[in-house]
């Protein structure tokens, strides 16, 4: 119940404690609201997802690091580093170890689109991977399709990151990323058979997330599906 609070000590003063004649060991307790300050990166593939954030920034300044332009800012007690990394894999690696590098997140969060599989999730729904994984890696005999050097196949969240109050109702699953825009039946089918859960597909959360793990970041995918998986199943490119 009072988990969002904590108590701090007042002590009173000597002149207050002789004026009323109490002990000196007398303390006030205050309830305080507790406040916990985080710092945050926010990163998205495209300048569209990019313009849609920048109005939330307060007190917005902007930094140039590796040719990156990295916006700071704050939204609440919180500090927030933004970034256009552009669309795929290497773009996707090359802005979220920028991101690190350059300010230290202790969260990086990937926001933006990602299309549907037809599993699970509808056009419109906002879905965050409980799993992250790619569906375009395989580095040879002895190791699993979708598993890059050094890693593990699926690429999860804190728990309590992925139970925050901000995700209640948000449908949560297995994204799986590659570099290919997906549009076709073939694709999809062929996503779905290595992972028969996957609720969405894009370009990005994997590479953000295997370069989050390399550098031992928390890392969360939070995307809205663009199309219903059934258009892409039936062939029709979005």
């Known amino acids: 119940k009072y988990s969002n609070y904590t108590f701090r000590t007042l002590r009173p003063s000597k002149r207050f404690r002789d004026e009323k004649k109490i002990s000196p060991f ?6 305080h609201k507790r406040t916990t300050t985080m710092k945050i990166g926010i990163i998205v593939a495209m300048d569209k997802e990019l313009r849609l954030l920048l109005p939330l920034l307060e007190g917005h300044t902007t930094e140039t690091v590796n040719g990156i332009s990295i916006h700071l800012g704050t939204i609440g007690c919180h500090r927030l580093a933004v970034v256009k990394c552009g669309i795929g894999k290497v773009n996707a690696a090359i802005g979220a170890l920028t991101l690190i590098e350059a300010t230290a997140p202790q969260l990086v969060i990937n926001t933006g689109v990602a299309g549907g599989t037809g599993i699970g999730a509808r056009c419109g729904d906002v879905v965050a991977g409980a799993r992250v994984a790619y569906h375009d890696v395989w580095c040879g005999p002895g190791t699993n399709p979708g598993e890059a050097d050094g890693c593990p196949l699926f690429f999860t969240p804190p728990a309590p990151v992925l139970g925050l109050p901000a995700l209640d109702g948000v449908r949560k699953g297995l994204i799986a990323s590659g570099d290919i825009f997906i549009s076709k039946k073939s694709e999809v089918d062929a996503i779905l058979a290595m992972y028969p859960d996957a609720i969405a597909v894009d370009m990005e959360s994997a590479p953000l997330a295997q ?16 199309d219903p998986g059934q258009l892409r199943r039936q062939c029709r490119t979005v």
């Open 26 to 31: 007398f303390v006030i307790f205050v309830l």
């Open 211 to 226: 370069t989050c793990f390399k550098r031992g970041v928390d890392f969360l995918s939070v995307r809205v599906v663009s």
